[in-house]
Nanobody, 125 residues
Framework: QVQLVESGGGLVQAGGSLRLSCAAS????????MGWFRQAPGKEREFVAA????????YYADSVKGRFTISRDNAKNTAYLQMNSLKPEDTAVYHC??????????????????WGQGTQVTVSS
């Protein structure tokens, strides 16, 4: 069992930055690939970024590539999403999720077994 708690969301102007954190409980955090997803009102949950269990592999949605960076600190049981050059269309509830995939990463929402409650990110124009 893994419990995930996101933090770091808020209101920011377009062009600004935010850093989201995802704190995980349990002693097996380093066994899980981590992903960030977001959901805007009236829209389906969409993939944002993922990182493998060791941190060696990362993958990004085209819409955030070059602006967002996913990372993790396995000693602190925490994953991060650094978001730069934010745009109004980045406004959403951001969720972190964990998947047991060995050394791989996935964009498939169905492969993630554990989810956090989400943190709101609002980007004003």
């Amino acid at each position: 069992q893994v419990q995930l708690v996101e933090s770091g969301g808020g209101l920011v102007q377009a062009g600004g930055s935010l850093r989201l954190s995802c704190a995980a409980s349990g002693r097996t955090f380093s066994s899980y690939a981590m992903g960030w997803f977001r959901q805007a009102p009236g829209k389906e949950r969409e993939f944002v970024a993922a990182i493998s269990s060791s941190g060696a592999r990362t993958y990004y949605a085209d819409s955030v590539k070059g602006r967002f960076t996913i990372s993790r600190d396995n000693a602190k049981n925490t994953a991060y999403l650094q978001m730069n050059s934010l745009k109004p269309e980045d406004t959403a509830v951001y969720h972190c999720a964990a998947a047991r995939l060995g050394p791989l990463v996935t964009t498939n929402v169905g492969m993630y077994s554990y989810w956090g409650q989400g943190t709101q990110v609002t980007v004003s124009s």
